[in-house]
Structure formats: structure tokens, C-alpha cells
């Protein structure tokens, strides 16, 4: 994705400066876990809506990406093609009574740009406060993306739980052993020359973390789904879940979906009385069937795991 790239432009320098490898391929490990979170929720947030009625040539696609980054788009029909556009725009004019401007430019990926008065176009706003996805999406593909890699540094430790203390003239000797000690060598030799005394090995003992930060990453992720308005269910709780509990922990999501649909609807009306068109929005998800799905698989594997228990 173009807007993401910059998360690499540093390291070009970083070659030329010299620094460790292992830590440039740390780096982008960490980069490339925290782009594929990142992406991943941005496909997510560009799915939830299903438009209506629009014609061919608004991209609604090109109209959620827009609102997945910028506040706003504007609506209108272009006069000299006579087609109507959905594009990216920029305030223009004086503030009415409601601070709303009351005049807005256009402005597409090829140059083109317009002036509009508000009473020629209609703005579509992603959300209620008329701001963005963009930086709570990005603080969560962070996050996600740091418990992923605690998790892959934590599953190391387990495969590598020591530390060899030696002398510096040893260390090309440790390393030549340690290869064979990790590649299951049955037998170890060592020179003459090799002094045990000047060798201490220290075990690092590193708890296994991994299912708890699994855990974590699962409730972290849920909460994303949640922000984002999109059914989940807390997968972690031990006890048995019924349809009304998941109906009642749906609470949230559904509330967290109203302020983007809402703004998105009255742009909808707002395009019809201004034009005369019959476009609607509606969230993709049926939120009873989604569910009343979720509880009955979630009672037949409690059901399941209680009756292993019983055995």
C-alpha cells in the first residue's frame, strides 16, 4: 500500500550506516509484521459498508478508501461529462453559523480539481466527530504486531534457553559449537586447545508466554473488531456462552457501527433530495443469523469440552 512505504524508507540509510544486521533484520521483522496487521485491518475497515444505487461511475470502493484515511469526500455531478464523482476534497470558503464551510474543492488522482458551492454537492462524512480510521488503525496494528513478535521472541527462548560467557579469542569456537548443538549432533568434539574454565554457560529459564500473549492478542483483536463494529465474541472466557450473553456482549459493536453508518445514511438522503437518485447504505453484516450462529457454536463446543471433562 502507498501510503505505508514509508515504514521502509529509513532502512536504505540504516544499510549504509553500518549497523548490526541482526538488528536491520529485527527492524524488518518488525515492519513487515506491523504492515500485515496493518493491512489487514484497512481491508477490514474498507468491507463494512454495502452502497446502493449509485451509478456506474462512482467507485465506492475508491469512496470508503477515501474515508478510510480523510474526514470527508465530496459528492456532485460533473457538469461537462455530466457523470456523477465521488472524490477526495478540501475546504473552500467561509464557515457558515454551524461551522460547516460552505464551499468545498474536488480533487482527483489525476489533477483534475473543482470548485463547489455546498447546494451543488453533498458531503459524505466517515464518522460523527468527522474524523478518520487511520490513527486508532494504526495504533492497533501496532500493538498487534508487538504481542506477535513478544510471542516469536518468546518461542526462541524456548529453542535457545542459554547463554554461553566466554573469552572474545572462543566466541568463533562457541558459535562453531553452539551450531552443532542446535542442529542435534549426537556427539561434540572440542580442541586440545579449548579451555573449560574460561566457559560458563548460563541458562535464561524463559517462562513460556506464549498462550497468554496469544490470550492477549485475542482480546486485543476483538476490541479492534469492536471498534470497527464487526461481531466478535470473547473466544478466552472458560464458561459456557449462551445466545443472550453474545447478544448482550454485542452491545458495544453494535453501538461503535452507528456513527459511521449514520453520517454515511444522511449523505444517502441528503444525495436523493439534492439529485433525485435512490442511493442507500446499509452495514454488510446480519448481526441475529451472525449471532445466533456464534452462540450455537460456542454452546456445542462447551457441551464438547464438558463432556471430555466428565470422561
Not at 532502512?11 to 504492515?35: C, H, I, P, Q, W
Not at 558459535?175 to 580442541?191: D, F, S
Not at 464438547?304 to 471433562?309: F, I, K, V
Request: charged share 25%.
Amino acid at each position: 500500500m502507498s501510503k505505508n512505504k514509508s515504514i521502509f524508507s529509513n532502512f536504505k540509510s540504516t544499510l549504509r550506516s553500518g549497523v548490526r544486521s541482526e538488528f536491520l533484520e529485527s527492524a524488518l521483522d518488525d515492519a513487515f509484521m506491523y504492515n500485515y496487521y496493518y493491512e489487514r485491518i484497512v481491508n477490514l475497515a474498507l468491507s463494512c459498508f454495502e452502497w446502493e444505487g449509485f451509478p456506474d461511475t462512482v467507485d465506492t470502493r475508491y469512496l470508503e478508501y477515501q474515508l478510510f484515511f480523510n474526514p470527508e469526500v465530496v459528492f456532485f455531478k460533473e457538469d461537462v461529462i455530466g457523470d456523477y464523482l465521488v472524490l477526495k476534497c478540501a475546504m473552500n470558503g467561509e464557515l457558515d453559523v454551524y461551522g460547516y464551510p460552505t464551499g468545498w474543492t474536488a480533487i482527483g488522482e489525476n489533477g483534475y480539481s473543482k470548485e463547489l458551492k455546498s447546494n451543488e454537492c453533498v458531503i459524505i462524512y466517515n464518522d460523527l466527530l468527522h474524523s478518520s480510521c487511520l490513527n486508532a488503525c494504526r495504533i492497533y496494528a501496532t500493538r498487534l504486531a508487538s504481542l506477535d513478535r513478544t510471542i516469536d521472541i518468546n518461542l526462541q527462548a524456548q529453542r535457545t534457553p542459554i547463554l554461553i560467557a566466554c573469552d572474545e579469542n572462543d566466541k568463533l569456537t562457541m558459535t562453531n559449537l553452539y551450531k552443532q548443538y542446535a542442529g542435534g549432533e549426537p556427539v561434540i568434539y572440542g580442541y586440545k586447545a579449548l579451555r573449560p574454565d574460561s566457559i560458563r554457560v548460563l541458562k535464561t529459564d524463559a517462562p513460556f508466554l506464549c498462550d497468554k500473549l496469544n490470550d492477549m492478542k485475542s482480546v486485543l483483536w476483538n476490541e479492534l473488531l469492536t471498534y470497527l463494529g464487526i461481531s466478535n465474541v470473547n473466544i478466552i472466557k472458560k464458561e459456557r456462552l449462551v445466545s443472550d450473553e453474545v447478544l448482550r456482549n454485542q452491545g458495544g459493536t453494535v453501538f461503535s457501527r452507528y456513527s459511521r453508518l449514520e453520517t454515511r445514511q444522511i449523505a444517502c438522503d441528503q444525495i436523493n433530495k439534492m439529485f433525485g437518485l435512490n442511493v442507500s447504505v446499509k452495514y454488510r453484516e446480519n448481526i441475529d443469523k451472525d449471532v445466533n450462529n456464534l452462540a450455537s457454536d460456542f454452546a456445542v463446543r462447551k457441551d464438547d469440552e464438558e463432556g471430555e471433562t466428565n470422561e
